[in-house]
Structure formats: C-alpha cells, structure tokens
C-alpha cells in the first residue's frame, strides 16, 4: 500500500505537558494541599519540576516500564508524577485510598510497584500495609521538609521537596512506541480480585483528544477546571491531560471535599467546569441551599459514575445556571464512552422538552463504537424501549486486564469484530442516546465506589446461622445504592439482624457493611441454580433502608 508521506511521530504524554509549556505557560495550576496551605504554579513550573522527577527516578533505579505508585489527592505533586512517571516510559499506578489495607496491599503487590509516593493523610494506611507489600523498595512523602513525619516503622523515608529540589531540570522526554503503558487503575467493578487497566500512550492521547471536544466536554484554553473526581479514579476522568493539551487552568482541592471547601474555591478561582459523581455534588448543593448562596463563574459541571439523578441536574440548571453534562464510561473505557449532549434538532426544544434526553447517559465519543445485544448475542434495535447487553469497542477500551491470569473479557460477534462487555444493560433511542437502565454485573455502587455483592454474600454464609444469602443494590437518597442483604437462615437456626452486622466487623471496610438484612424463607433460583438478582431486585424495588 502507498505510504502516507507525513511525519511519524508517536503519541506520548509527555507531548501534552511540553504543549502547555510552550504555548500557555503561564496558566495556572492551584492545589489546596494536605500541609493546609493553598499552592500556585504554572505549567512551566509544572514542567520544570516533571522534569526534575523524572531525573529523580533515574536515581533511584526506576526504569521502563516499572511500576510506580502513588496513594495521594488531587495535587500539583500528583499531576507532577502524572507526567514524569509516565514520561520516563514507567507506569503510573495510582491506588485508591478507599479500599481496605488488605485490599490496596493485594494490587501493590499484583503490580510490583517498585516505589510507593503517599500524601501525609495517609501515612496510617502506609505504615499498616508496608510489611506486607514485598516489591516496594522506597517509600516517598509528598511533602516537605518542615511537614516530615516521624515514621521510625517505614525506614529510610524520602522527602518529595527536598529529593526534587536536588534534581537538575535538564531532561528530554524519551521517545518510544506510542503503544507502551503509561498508566493503571485497578478496577474492582467485577467480581473476584481487584483487575488491572492498564491504559497506554495512544490510547490516553486518543482519549485526551476525543474528551475535550464540544460535544464531549467542552473544554478551552478560557475554562478553569476543577476536578472532583479523584486522580486515583480513572486518572480524574482524563482531566489532568486534557487541561494541558488546552492550555486551562486547572484547580485541585487536594482533601478539601465537603461542600464548603468546594463553594470557596469555585468561587475565589473562578472555576468554570467540574467533573464528578453525584455524592458529592449532593453536599455542595446542600450547602449552598442552606446558605442562599449562587456560582459567578461555573457554567458547566459534567456528572457521571453513577445515574445522575433527573432532580439533580434540573437543580443544577434551573437555579444555578450550571449545564449538567451527563456522562457514562467505565475505568475499563479510560473512562468515557457517551456524553449528553443535543444535537441540531434540539436547537429548538424548550429547556423542559430538552430535560428526559438529559437523563439519558448520553451518545457515542467518536472513537466508542457501542452496540446492545439480547442474551444470545443477537443485536437489538436502536428503538428506546429494546433494552439488552451493553458492548463497546474502541483503541481506548480495555482488550485484556493486567496478570489477571483468566480469559481475556471480550467477545467476538459474527464478523469477527471484538467487543468489550461492560455489564450494563441499556437502551438505545434513535438518535443514539444510550440509557443505562438496569446492570447485569454483580456489583453494588455506592457513593461511586464499588462493593463487591460476592464478597459481601461470602461473609454471610461463613456465619453458622446462614444457609444462603445474596446481595443486592436498594435505592439510597445519599448514595445512589447500598448494599441489601437477603438471606434464608438455615433450618431451626436464628441470627438477628444486628448479629449478622456485625459479623462483618474487620471483613470488609466500613462503608461496605450492607444497611440492612431482609430474611426470606427462600431465594429464587434459575434453570442452572443460580441466584436470579433480577427477581430479587424487582421484589425488593421498594425497600425502604433504615435511616442511619
Ligand atoms: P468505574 O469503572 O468505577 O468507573 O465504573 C463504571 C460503571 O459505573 C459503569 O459500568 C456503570 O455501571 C456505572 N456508571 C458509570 N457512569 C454511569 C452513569 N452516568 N449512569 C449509570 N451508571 C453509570
């Protein structure tokens, strides 16, 4: 075939930073840091100190493709490593602070990570999983010298500041194939051990691209970004790249998560856009109700992770002029798949007619190819009311996990074209708006973290009372789902509602705990004997969970 006669050049992260630099350097990157202070620095400052780390991680023998991860808010230091780790040609591993010790010790250990960079908030945490994570051979403290804790447990601690600033700025961003990993998220949206995404150059590229345009997120070098969602989940949905690559101001609110501390920093940075889960718009908004308070400056705040709820994003634009963007994608999608935005015939509807599209999680990126299929693999038509199997593919879609050891997920269709499963089940309407309405995975998603429902059953039925049990999701006003717990005690056996509860002290974390116990004399099985959760869930639609 004729060659194209343009230049190869290979899509790596570090192009992003080196842009921002060259061409918006002085815009701005804000942290309110766990120190309690709030930082100020520029991309070129962002750049100059990207490049010291990188120098850094020579010195310390981090190399290609080795494992480097952090356990940290969103910050300038964390956006710092974003950029060295990644553009060293190592993989950024960011774990999430959420999970249990045993937990986050697992996937250290799962992904080798050689050097583990942690936020003093979670020095605790550290400290309780250090014995048991074998492949983690220095341990670095976002901080500086002044706010160095005494940790006499962990060894030879380093001191961020201090190491950076020994470190020459002279580094060259290496060249190598577009394909290499640069970054991974451990996923616990399935069922067994926690999984690996492992996302690369081209695909974060790809996504940083297709993300910031109009009809995705909207982003420019006019918006000031502030990202909710953490950079330990789906690498803040891609936000502290496509900022770059726009030349945005970005502001980060470090710890600072309650509605208070998020009204003040939108308001004194003058922030434009946001991204998060719903949880945590509920405690912005409650605050700024009861305070009678409005934005200046934020027009757009795109919602996602879990359904936004319609209340929610009819709050948001009606009384506080904010366009809600609902949005879907998975940390196997790195993580955008649709977007709610209208289209040309919109133009004309009234923002009442406009409001049941927006409850829809919204249309295809281009790059996401995305198609509902029947149980037997069958597509189903784009109507809005046939609703099946969500699949999905793309160059930034997860092919295989990291080490998992299992089958890779996909499934062939009948030309041969590979899809990934995302274990929603939804509709398409005509336009191609996609409508999650129902989920086919056996996860639980609360406050936008995932609860296993097999471990949670696994805990039950290890308590002598219980001969089986299934968990399912209820409806919960603050955390979209919580875990119900259904159970059929064994014959002549008793166990109390709050005997059962507190069988799961110490099992799992404490936001894990189901909410409540239903006892059933029996659960409904299918044809193969499992456990019909559909049943369940439809039996159980209008449980009401104590009020804690
Ligand atoms: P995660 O990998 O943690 O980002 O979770 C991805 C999953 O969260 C999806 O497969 C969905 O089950 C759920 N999810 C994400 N966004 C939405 C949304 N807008 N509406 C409903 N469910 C969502």
Redesign the pocket.
């Known amino acids: 075939m004729l060659q194209s006669l343009m230049m190869q050049m290979p899509l790596l992260i570090s192009s992003l930073i080196e842009h921002a630099d060259r061409h918006h350097g002085d815009a701005e990157i804000v942290s309110r840091r766990v120190e309690g202070d709030t930082h100020r620095a520029t991309y070129t400052e962002l750049h100059r100190r990207a490049r010291q780390m990188a120098n850094a991680l020579g010195e310390i023998g981090i190399a290609r493709d080795h494992r480097v991860a952090t356990l940290a808010w969103n910050g300038h230091r964390h956006m710092e490593l974003y950029f060295a780790v990644s553009g060293v040609g190592s993989v950024l591993h960011t774990l999430n602070p959420r999970l249990l010790p045993e937990q986050i010790a697992w996937i250290v250990n799962h992904a080798e990570d050689r050097a583990l960079f942690f936020d003093l908030t979670f020095l605790p945490l550290i400290e309780a999983i250090a014995p048991l994570c074998k492949t983690v051979k220095r341990w670095v403290v976002l901080t500086d010298r002044a706010h160095m804790p005494a940790a006499p447990k962990l060894g030879d601690l380093l001191c961020y500041e201090d190491w950076i600033s020994a470190q020459s700025d002279r580094f060259t961003w290496p060249h190598f194939d577009e394909n290499t990993a640069s970054s991974l998220c451990y996923?616990s949206?399935t069922t067994g051990h926690p999984k690996g995404v492992l996302y690369g150059h081209r695909s974060t590229i790809l996504h940083t691209l297709a993300s910031a345009l109009p009809d995705a997120l909207n982003l420019s070098a006019r918006d000031v970004i502030l990202p909710v969602v953490p950079m330990f989940?789906?690498n803040a949905w891609g936000l502290p790249y496509i900022a770059p690559m726009v030349g945005a101001k970005i502001v980060y609110p470090g710890p600072h998560l309650d509605g208070k501390s998020l009204y003040e920093l939108f308001e004194s940075e003058k922030v434009t856009f946001s991204a998060g889960v719903p949880t945590v718009w509920q405690g912005l908004l409650a605050f700024m109700e009861a305070n009678e308070l409005k934005f200046s400056t934020m027009n757009r705040t795109v919602?996602?992770?879990?359904?936004?709820p319609p209340a929610m994003i009819k709050l948001f634009q009606d009384k506080y002029g904010v366009q809600v963007v609902?949005?879907?994608?998975?940390?196997?999608?790195s993580?955008l798949g649709t977007t709610c935005t209208f289209k040309q015939k919109h133009t004309e509807w009234s923002a009442e007619q406009k409001l049941p599209v927006q409850f829809k999680?919204g249309r295809a990126l281009y790059g996401v190819d995305m198609k509902i299929v029947d149980d037997e693999g069958a597509e189903l038509p784009w109507d809005g009311v046939a609703f099946g199997n969500l699949l999905v593919r793309g160059p930034w879609i997860v092919r295989d996990y990291y080490g998992s050891g299992e089958a890779a997920p996909l499934i062939s269709d009948e030309q041969g074209k590979a899809w990934f499963p995302?274990?929603?089940v939804s509709n398409i309407d005509a336009d191609g708006y996609m409508q999650?309405t129902d989920?086919s995975?056996d996860?639980i998603?609360s406050g936008?973290?995932?609860i296993s429902s097999i471990e949670i059953e696994n805990i039950a039925v290890s308590h002598p009372a219980v001969q089986m049990a299934a968990c399912i999701a209820a409806a919960h006003p603050k955390w979209d789902e919580r875990p119900l717990l259904i159970v059929v005690r064994k014959p002549n056996a008793s166990v109390s509602r709050e005997d059962l509860l507190a069988h799961y002290e110490g099992k799992v974390a404490r936001w894990q705990v189901p909410d409540d116990v239903a006892f059933v004399d029996a659960l409904p099985l299918g044809a193969t004997g499992k456990i019909l959760k559909s049943k369940l869930r439809e039996q159980f639609r209008e449980h009401r969970l104590p009020v804690t």
Request: include cysteine.
């Open positions: 996923t949206g989940h789906v919602i996602g992770g879990s359904a936004c609902h949005a879907w994608g998975m940390t196997e999608m993580p999680q995302t274990g929603d999650i989920r995975k996860v998603k936008g973290e995932w």
